[in-house]
């Protein structure tokens, strides 16, 4: 009942719609009466009693009913798909609205397929309950009920007879709803996984071809559709139980037509023309009965899909806005104080403290795992510290508008991601209304515009899905680029210039000092070339700060910066004697 009702919500604002939809239903089931009924009054009227001139009105009268049941039905279908589509957009929208607004936790625990399971074969079951399901129950329904009453009104013993089936069927139906709901939830969720295989497998293509697994990809895959298959097999097992004895069920009128309807008839208890009449309608019981089981499937296909999307849809972000969160300019002084944070139960940092001030320069350097990436994460209020407080201009980012605090942070993050757009499009993300001489201006900062300017197409080049086609430093500094276009009062620059040449590496940097001036940057690195230049660097590791200074400072330290700077640079020309002396 609670998928009824929420699915009601996206397709009351067609009321009216449906009810006259409804209405038609009726009309053309009533409708659906008068062949059968007609029929019988031309086998006791026309032939046995001679009534030749009844013939040609009565024959008008059925191929009339006929035609304007058939425009009939062919409307109220066309009013439910168009219900359908509107609701379906109605709910895809709700869904693609409430995967904006979640959190990167969400991202880090749900698997992509799971998610375009929720977005593509769920939603569709859900549009084929509005578009079919729906007036299908309401039609089989209405022509049973006219069917039943018709028959009534001819001999209420001989409809009796026929109604035995009933409690039988009824038996079987429910028995088939409880079992089968649950091999439905098992598809949907084998489906699932299904799909995640599939989205990992294309996603990871290069890296599959560069190891030359395919097979072993082939195997995983074989692995994940022979348990789709095989859940298949079990909803098929469960209906296939109840399926043939519903149809059974349905078939047995026929053979109490001939025994009830044949005693009756011989006994005069009814007309010849009634027998036929009986006959006629026969499938007015019989194909009922027998809808009524796969319809009974298509409903718990709907529940066990509405049951997967409002587990979705009821997904809430642990990150939102407060109540009057503030919306104010910032200027970019940022402090963590006494920052711890984990991920479920394992520790990411701990007990951090340190400030930036506008126009600083702030170098974070550490092994792999030290929480560098986590660190500044935190700024952007992609996750929220579960000790301390992360403040911007002396306001906690908890109590800030998310929009206007991230609009004011500029991320170049470490997994660079481009679109399937052009080079201008994908600079332009953040300023999609920015001039085109000020995205040349970003791309030049990043050392971006020389190879851009001599693609064949320049800056409308079309790059592949996820920069596919261009190298890792190009997609680097385009990344980069569009971090730089967003004018941002903070800067945060994750491992940016990794995947390109020492020289590149020092160019960007040099340009990239004058673009510092008056914001509050973020460099993360592993090279000392990257951060030597920083009017602070930090040094993380396993979650803390155990080292932080200038680079001459760290230098003096002989700590862990001053082995990396070691295990970087060595003694080539006795730069390190020079830069510690």
Same mark, same amino acid.
């Given at each position: 009942?609670?998928?009824?009702?929420?699915?009601?919500?996206?397709?009351?604002?067609?009321?009216?719609?449906?009810?006259?939809?409804?209405? /038609?239903?009726?009309?053309?089931?009533?409708?659906?009466?008068?062949?059968?009924? +007609?029929?019988?009054?031309?086998?006791?009227?026309?032939?046995?009693?001679?009534?030749?001139?009844?013939?040609?009105? $009565?024959?008008?009268?059925?191929?009339?009913?006929?035609?304007?049941?058939?425009? !009939?039905? /062919?409307?109220?279908?066309?009013?439910?798909?168009?219900?359908?589509?509107?609701?379906?957009?109605? &709910?895809?929208?709700?869904?693609?609205?409430?995967?904006?607004?979640?959190? /990167?936790?969400?991202?880090?625990?749900?698997?992509?397929?799971?998610?375009?399971?929720?977005?593509?074969?769920?939603?569709?079951? =859900?549009?084929?309950?509005?578009?079919?399901?729906?007036?299908?129950?309401?039609?089989?329904?209405?022509?049973? !009920?006219?069917?039943?009453?018709?028959?009534?009104?001819?001999?209420?013993?001989?409809?009796?007879?026929?109604?035995?089936?009933?409690? #039988?069927?009824?038996?079987?139906? !429910?028995?088939?709803?409880?079992?089968?709901?649950?091999?439905?939830?098992? !598809?949907?969720?084998?489906?699932?996984? @299904?799909?995640?295989?599939?989205?990992?497998?294309?996603?990871?293509?290069?890296?599959?071809?560069?190891?030359?697994?395919?097979?072993?990809?082939?195997?995983?895959?074989?692995?994940?559709?022979?348990?789709?298959?095989?859940?298949?097999?079990?909803?098929?097992?469960?209906? *296939?139980?109840? @399926?043939?004895?519903?149809?059974?069920?349905?078939?047995?009128?026929?053979?109490?037509?001939?025994?009830?309807?044949?005693?009756?008839?011989?006994?005069?208890?009814?007309?010849?023309?009634?027998?036929?009449?009986?006959?006629? &309608? +026969?499938?007015?019981?019989?194909?009922?009965?027998?809808?009524?089981?796969?319809?009974?499937?298509?409903?718990?296909?709907?529940?066990?899909?509405?049951?997967?999307?409002?587990?979705?849809?009821?997904?809430? *972000?642990?990150?939102?806005?407060?109540?009057?969160?503030?919306?104010?300019?910032?200027?970019?002084?940022?402090? #963590?104080?006494?920052? *711890?944070?984990?991920?479920?139960?394992?520790?990411?940092?701990?007990?951090?403290? $340190?400030?930036?001030?506008?126009?600083?320069? =702030?170098?974070?350097?550490?092994?792999?795992?030290? %929480?560098?990436?986590?660190?500044?994460?935190?700024?952007?209020?992609?996750?929220?510290?579960?000790?301390?407080? +992360?403040?911007?201009?002396?306001?906690?980012?908890?109590?800030?508008? $998310?929009?206007?605090?991230?609009?004011?942070? *500029?991320?170049?993050?470490?997994?660079?991601?481009?679109?399937?757009?052009?080079?201008?499009?994908?600079?332009?993300?953040?300023?999609?209304?920015?001039?085109?001489?000020?995205?040349?201006?970003?791309?030049?900062?990043?050392?971006?515009?020389?190879? &851009?300017?001599? $693609?064949?197409?320049?800056?409308?080049?079309?790059?592949?899905?996820?920069?596919?086609?261009?190298?890792?430093?190009?997609?680097?500094?385009?990344?980069?680029?569009?971090?730089?276009?967003?004018?941002?009062s903070i800067l945060i620059l994750d491992d940016t210039t990794s995947s390109v040449d020492m020289e590149t590496e020092f160019e960007i940097h040099r340009t990239l000092r004058s673009f510092y001036n008056n914001k509050t940057t973020f460099i993360i690195a592993h090279r000392i070339s990257s951060v030597k230049n920083a009017d602070k660097i930090i040094v993380l590791n396993g979650g803390q700060i155990i080292e932080q200074g200038t680079h001459k400072e760290l230098l003096n330290l002989k700590g862990y910066y001053y082995n990396v700077y070691q295990s970087q640079y060595g003694d080539f020309d006795g730069l390190?004697?020079?830069?510690? %002396?």
């Amino acid at each position: 009942m609670e998928n009824v009702k929420w699915v009601w919500k996206y397709i009351r604002k067609y009321k009216l719609r449906m009810c006259i939809a409804l209405i /038609f239903v009726l009309v053309a089931s009533a409708l659906s009466m008068v062949t059968p009924y +007609v029929s019988g009054i031309i086998i006791d009227k026309v032939i046995k009693q001679s009534h030749h001139d009844m013939l040609l009105k $009565l024959c008008m009268l059925m191929l009339a009913a006929t035609i304007i049941k058939s425009i !009939i039905r /062919f409307s109220y279908q066309i009013m439910f798909e168009t219900i359908s589509q509107g609701a379906y957009m109605k &709910i895809r929208e709700s869904m693609y609205q409430k995967l904006q607004n979640m959190d /990167f936790k969400f991202f880090d625990t749900t698997r992509t397929g799971d998610i375009m399971a929720r977005m593509t074969g769920d939603m569709d079951t =859900v549009r084929h309950l509005i578009s079919w399901v729906i007036y299908m129950v309401f039609e089989n329904a209405a022509i049973f !009920i006219f069917a039943v009453t018709l028959l009534f009104t001819i001999n209420w013993q001989f409809t009796l007879a026929m109604l035995l089936v009933v409690p #039988f069927l009824a038996w079987a139906a !429910i028995r088939l709803a409880g079992d089968v709901r649950p091999t439905f939830s098992a !598809i949907r969720e084998q489906f699932s996984r @299904l799909n995640s295989v599939v989205q990992e497998n294309i996603s990871g293509n290069r890296v599959i071809k560069a190891f030359a697994t395919e097979y072993i990809e082939i195997n995983k895959f074989d692995k994940e559709n022979e348990a789709y298959r095989q859940r298949n097999m079990d909803s098929a097992k469960v209906w *296939s139980k109840y @399926l043939p004895i519903i149809d059974a069920l349905a078939g047995t009128l026929s053979l109490i037509i001939l025994i009830v309807g044949g005693i009756l008839t011989i006994n005069n208890k009814i007309s010849i023309g009634e027998l036929v009449t009986f006959n006629s &309608i +026969v499938w007015a019981l019989g194909n009922p009965m027998r809808n009524f089981g796969w319809l009974i499937n298509d409903i718990q296909r709907f529940n066990a899909s509405a049951d997967k999307i409002r587990e979705y849809l009821n997904n809430e *972000s642990a990150i939102s806005n407060i109540e009057k969160a503030a919306k104010k300019e910032i200027t970019g002084f940022v402090e #963590f104080k006494n920052v *711890s944070f984990g991920y479920d139960n394992d520790e990411v940092l701990k007990n951090v403290s $340190l400030k930036a001030k506008p126009g600083e320069t =702030v170098a974070i350097i550490g092994p792999t795992g030290s %929480g560098k990436s986590t660190l500044v994460n935190l700024i952007c209020r992609f996750y929220d510290c579960s000790e301390g407080e +992360v403040l911007i201009d002396n306001v906690n980012v908890k109590d800030m508008d $998310l929009r206007t605090l991230r609009s004011k942070v *500029s991320v170049a993050m470490q997994d660079v991601f481009l679109f399937s757009d052009t080079i201008e499009g994908n600079i332009a993300y953040g300023v999609p209304d920015a001039p085109y001489e000020s995205i040349k201006q970003a791309a030049g900062i990043a050392d971006a515009d020389d190879f &851009i300017s001599s $693609l064949p197409e320049g800056y409308d080049t079309i790059i592949g899905e996820r920069g596919v086609g261009l190298s890792g430093g190009q997609r680097q500094r385009i990344a980069l680029a569009r971090a730089i276009l967003k004018d941002p009062s903070i800067l945060i620059l994750d491992d940016t210039t990794s995947s390109v040449d020492m020289e590149t590496e020092f160019e960007i940097h040099r340009t990239l000092r004058s673009f510092y001036n008056n914001k509050t940057t973020f460099i993360i690195a592993h090279r000392i070339s990257s951060v030597k230049n920083a009017d602070k660097i930090i040094v993380l590791n396993g979650g803390q700060i155990i080292e932080q200074g200038t680079h001459k400072e760290l230098l003096n330290l002989k700590g862990y910066y001053y082995n990396v700077y070691q295990s970087q640079y060595g003694d080539f020309d006795g730069l390190d004697e020079k830069e510690v %002396g």
